[in-house]
């Protein structure tokens, strides 16, 4: 079902009232909507006594914390007439997060994922939760797309109506089913105007352009809003898993930003049409890793049947608060902090010492301040060290010690 608004943070089974609350939320969705609620009705004559499950879209994202759904507009819009951000393709986006909190063996992990098809929107996820996402009040937001425009100047609606003639129903129909891909190249499936582009069609590659420029601008923004500790950016969806050259632009675009290098052999390999069609397309030792994965929300659909049908219970840490992540993850940096640097003390020794004979007094003179002179100095250590205290919180001090004791031995042994 296109759209829980702001009470359904969850799958649920059909009754009167969840049938009733999906009508009312039409005027949010009135494409969609109408259609889904015929073919509910249609079951319960067909299939009476049946149970029939609603998995909200937007259900995934009613884990966003408030500064990041709310809109700057006056309050009444949202306590009255519902406007926020709800975003879309959380059945996509939740398949996603789960599949790579059990490849990378991590339930509190940071993702980027990039659900790239005709439709398209990037999620932050946090701690495995939804934090933010481009889609808004309706999938018209956020990421230039197939057809529709993504994020413009709102006033770009009053005005094209004042100086056309066209009503604004018009011109917010022409942004949904006219702009984008289209209404820049004149055609909109991907692989067109990849096509057009390469051979030197001007406006397809103003088109392709633009389109990846769109994405990478949101990466680099949740880069920051996940304080630029991410365990992956992941492509899905029928642009996202197919078109290598497409992945190709953008994470060149983020190599040096963020740290993500591309492996072009690994890209090249991965497709649903090929024999790989899930994997790393980052090299090894990049700071930033990258995966393909295919999604599958008819699977997280048929898990959600299972799991309401049979009476589970969600898991308790589904409903743990963004603040009391961020607490827990903080306490972890504070208190491995000290270790961390006194390992880094030990690895750069030579360096320490010359500095406490410089102080005169060393006795007197606090470990942190000569590790602040030492950082100081050495832009090695200091890059080192920073690296690895921002993923304190998110590893654990004996998995980054471990994996800085075998990088020195690794060095050790290729001299």
Do not use: W
């Not at 309706?138 to 004042?162: A, K, N, Q």
């Amino acid at each position: 079902i296109l759209h829980g608004g702001k009470k359904y943070k969850d799958s649920a089974i059909i009754t009167d009232e969840v049938l009733q609350d999906i009508i009312d939320l039409t005027p949010l969705g009135p494409l969609h909507i109408p259609g889904q609620v015929a073919g509910i009705k249609c079951m319960m004559e067909i299939f009476k006594g049946i149970p029939q499950i609603a998995v909200f879209d937007t259900a995934f994202y009613q884990t966003m914390p408030k500064k990041n759904y709310m809109y700057p507009v006056p309050r009444e819009y949202y306590e009255k007439y519902g406007v926020r951000r709800y975003g879309f393709h959380g059945t996509s986006v939740k398949y996603i997060t789960e599949f790579m909190q059990k490849k990378l063996g991590k339930k509190e992990l940071n993702l980027i994922v990039c659900h790239i098809g005709s439709g398209a929107s990037i999620t932050a996820v946090k701690y495995g939760k939804s934090y933010n996402t481009t889609m808004g009040l309706t999938p018209l937001d956020g990421l230039m797309m197939g057809t529709r425009s993504g994020s413009i100047d709102p006033s770009v609606v009053e005005y094209v109506s004042r100086v056309s003639g066209k009503t604004p129903a018009e011109v917010n129909n022409e942004l949904n089913n006219k702009s984008g891909l289209y209404g820049i190249a004149g055609m909109n499936d991907y692989r067109d105007i990849e096509k057009a582009a390469f051979e030197g069609n001007e406006a397809a590659k103003d088109a392709l352009d633009m389109f990846v420029a769109s994405v990478v601008k949101y990466i680099c923004q949740y880069y920051t809003e996940l304080d630029c500790h991410i365990d992956g950016i992941v492509f899905t969806a029928g642009i996202g898993e197919n078109a290598c050259n497409f992945r190709k632009l953008v994470i060149n675009e983020l190599s040096d930003t963020i740290g993500a290098k591309l492996d072009e052999n690994a890209n090249e390999l991965i497709a649903s049409f090929k024999e790989i069609n899930e994997g790393m397309i980052s090299k090894p030792n990049a700071k930033t890793k990258v995966y393909v994965v295919p999604t599958n929300e008819e699977k997280m659909i048929m898990l959600d049947t299972y799991r309401l049908v049979k009476g589970v219970e969600k898991a308790k840490d589904d409903f743990v608060s963004f603040e009391e992540l961020d607490r827990k993850h903080s306490e972890a940096k504070r208190r491995y902090s000290t270790v961390l640097m006194a390992f880094y003390i030990s690895q750069y020794g030579e360096l320490y010492h010359q500095i406490l004979m410089e102080k005169g007094n060393p006795e007197e003179v606090p470990m942190e301040e000569i590790f602040s002179e030492m950082l100081s100095r050495n832009e090695e250590l200091y890059a080192k060290f920073y690296e690895d205290y921002n993923d304190l919180g998110h590893s654990g001090i004996d998995k980054i010690v471990t994996a800085r004791l075998t990088e020195n031995k690794q060095k050790i042994y290729r001299r």
